[in-house]
């Protein structure tokens, strides 16, 4: 009994480590370019941060079925090779049910690939820990990522078009800040609030 | 003439007016990771300018001259990685034998540009802008990396000099540094719409 309890509690932990504790973004800075790109309204950020979870899921699940017969200097590039195939998936599906976000996204959607935070995963958890552990892990730092990605859009959408999913919510009379659909709204708000983080989480201890 | 004309506009607006990691985002582990220090980050400038020519144009070759003939675009991002990790990992064999001093030098920074989006999404900017000419993607693939160089050694020249300011204390580390890339791409910006 007191072994259930603790492997419940194991996976209770390793979902909430992906919400605060080691946040993707906040904590470990990974995965910053889809972070900074597509978070400029948050339909987009939400399609990605979804992407990212689908991904992130299903080569985990690979991963750890494969643990035991990867040889360990070909390892990343299996893991490379992995993801590259649920990317495809991924990035054909929504160019075939949703078009349009597909063409804002662009890009985007195949450098997940390169994103570093499924890779993290697929060496850090995956490729060490049984199915169901790996299938909890991949869940939490996915929502954790896609939590992130909406917290920034919507901080960016609200300021640069007084909207939030497209739905006026700022008086009229609101003057939208430009700067922050470009570049230098995504940088400079990330980095404060990776400050805020910082001072909050330094308060608790 | 014109085509002369073409690449020159063409190497200008990727290094400045299109910069990747300025305007795309791309590339921004290494840019916030390695620019510390000036040397290292001429140093991962030039790796990454080396490989991203090499990949540019492999990747060309291998879309216009297999995949496309054969209808195979599925595969397209599967090849691309392949391609990338097996021209990494080709320089780095050729810099162990030939080059021992600079091997040592680029340490663990040559195997983790495989994972460094500029070098991917420059492959995808050329299928996506639909370049189809060999020379016109080689001199794009080069522009790409010098920008990132220039892009990465702007910013570790600012850091040095950061070392020495009065940054509050939860602002310290990443958080200054973005900011000071906002700051950065603020300044391009105003190249914006010059060319394209």
């Known amino acids: 009994m007191a072994n259930e309890a603790d492997t419940a509690g194991r996976y209770k932990q390793t979902l909430l480590a992906g919400l605060w504790r080691e946040n993707p973004v906040f904590r470990l800075l990974l995965g910053m370019c889809p972070t900074l790109a597509v978070t400029a309204a948050l339909k987009p950020a939400l399609t990605m941060g979804l992407c990212v979870i689908f991904v992130m ?35 054909l599906f ?30 850090a958890c995956a490729s060490k820990n049984a199915l169901s552990l790996s299938i909890i892990d ?13 917290v920034l859009a919507g901080i960016r959408e609200i300021l640069s078009t007084g909207a939030i999913w497209e739905v006026a919510i700022l008086p009229a009379g609101f003057v939208p800040w430009a700067a922050m659909r470009m570049p230098v709204g995504a940088f400079i708000t990330l980095g404060l609030l990776l400050g805020l983080v910082n001072a909050a989480s330094k308060k608790k201890t | 003439m014109d085509t002369l004309n073409i690449l020159l506009m063409g190497f200008i607006s990727i290094v400045i007016v299109n910069n990747l990691v300025l305007t795309k985002f791309l590339g921004i582990c290494p840019y916030l990771g390695v620019s510390g220090r ?13 490989v991203v020519t090499l990949s540019g144009t492999l990747t060309w070759l291998i879309d216009h001259l297999i995949l496309m003939p054969m209808g195979l675009e599925v595969t397209r991002y599967v090849c691309f990685i392949l391609v990338i990790a097996g021209a990494v990992q080709l320089v780095e064999m050729y810099l162990r ?9 680029f340490g663990i920074f040559l195997p983790l540009i495989t994972t460094n989006c500029a070098i991917l999404g420059l492959c995808l900017f050329i299928n996506l802008w639909g370049i189809d000419n060999l020379l016109e993607a080689v ?13 990465i050694c702007i910013m570790a020249g600012i850091r040095e000099n950061l070392n020495l300011a009065d940054v509050p204390e939860c602002l310290k580390g990443a958080p200054i540094t973005l900011i000071t890339a906002g700051l950065l791409t603020l300044g391009f910006m105003g190249f914006a719409g010059m060319i394209r």
Do not use: W
Request: glycine residues 8%; positive net charge; charged residues 10%.
């Open chain 2, 38 to 50: 000036i040397d290292m980050a001429f140093g991962m400038g030039m790796a990454v300018t080396f």
């Open chain 2, 97 to 105: 034998k030939f080059f021992p001093t600079l091997y040592e030098s």
């Open chain 1, 94 to 123: 929504l160019k075939a049910f949703q078009p349009r976000m597909s063409e804002i996204l662009g890009p985007y959607v195949p450098l997940i690939i390169v994103n570093c935070i499924i890779i993290c995963r697929a060496e």
């Open chain 1, 57 to 91: 899921l299903c080569s985990n699940i690979v991963v750890s079925l494969m643990r035991n017969l990867l040889k360990p200097h070909l390892r990343i590039l299996m893991f490379t090779l992995t993801i590259a195939t649920f990317v495809t998936i991924a990035d």
């Open chain 1, 138 to 150: 991949a869940l939490g730092m996915g929502v954790g990522f896609t939590l992130t990605l909406c």
């Open chain 2, 139 to 151: 001199v794009l693939s080069f522009g790409a990396g010098i920008g990132f160089t220039m892009a």
